[in-house]
């Protein structure tokens, strides 16, 4: 059960690294293949999904899927058992033989379709669990994703808010300097009104002339 465990993990780790939380089609056959080849960690794996196809009456193709962690396999395997298990029931031949205690052949055979069921059942779970943590370690792989791309955005911004604001105090320190006296100057505007007054009132005489001097163009009479 363990290395079943670490089978799925492996595969969905990769899967979800990938950003799925599924087993694509080339994981189910790679490891369909191994099985069918015994190539995998389990030599005669190879045997036994013969032996489970005989006794469930399917192809040794979907067993093999199913043991790959294939979904609609594993549905079909656990399907097949099902109706073969209650083919026996319905034939009543699960008595026991009353004189030496032992199981008549069909109640052997439901016994062994059981201990089937239980290996796929199991199988079913431990993927669906594999899958579950898939699931959650990609959620966790998006809001990672969008934390550091919040985090990359926030500081893009204190970045640009920076760059703003040395353009603007550059703009500034380049700027012509001028400047606004507030001063008031009606005390001296007044004081001016009022000697330009006084001159504009003022009579001008024009000066004397000296006896006995003559003028440009005068002439005796």
């Not at 189910?28 to 005669?44: E, M, R, S, V």
């Not at 006794?55 to 058992?81: E, P, W």
């Not at 955005?153 to 204190?158: L, V």
């Amino acid at each position: 059960m363990d290395r079943l465990k670490e089978k799925f993990a492996d595969a969905y780790k990769s899967a979800a690294q990938d950003g799925r939380d599924y087993l694509d089609e080339a994981q189910i056959i790679n490891a369909a293949q191994d099985i069918l080849f015994g190539t995998g960690d389990d030599k005669g794996s190879k045997k036994k999904a013969a032996d489970d196809a005989k006794q469930t009456g399917l192809d040794i193709l979907t067993i093999a899927r199913a043991q790959a962690g294939s979904a609609s396999d594993l549905d079909a395997v656990l399907a097949a058992i099902n109706l073969k298990q209650d083919a026996i029931k319905d034939s009543g031949q699960q008595a026991l033989d009353a004189q030496d205690g032992a199981v008549t052949q069909a109640g052997a055979q439901s016994i062994q379709l059981q201990q089937i069921a239980d290996r796929y059942g199991s199988i079913r779970d431990v993927s669906k669990d594999a899958a579950d943590s898939a699931n959650l370690a990609d959620e966790l792989r998006k809001q990672s994703a969008a934390a550091q791309a919040q985090a990359d955005g926030d500081a893009a911004g204190r970045q640009q808010a920076l760059i703003q604001s040395n353009r603007d105090y550059r703009a500034q320190a380049s700027a012509p300097l001028s400047m606004s006296l507030n001063v008031d100057d009606s005390p001296a505007r007044a004081a001016f009104e009022r000697l330009l007054g006084q001159y504009q009132n003022k009579t001008v005489t024009p000066p004397r002339r000296s006896r006995g001097v003559r003028q440009a163009g005068e002439t005796d009479h």
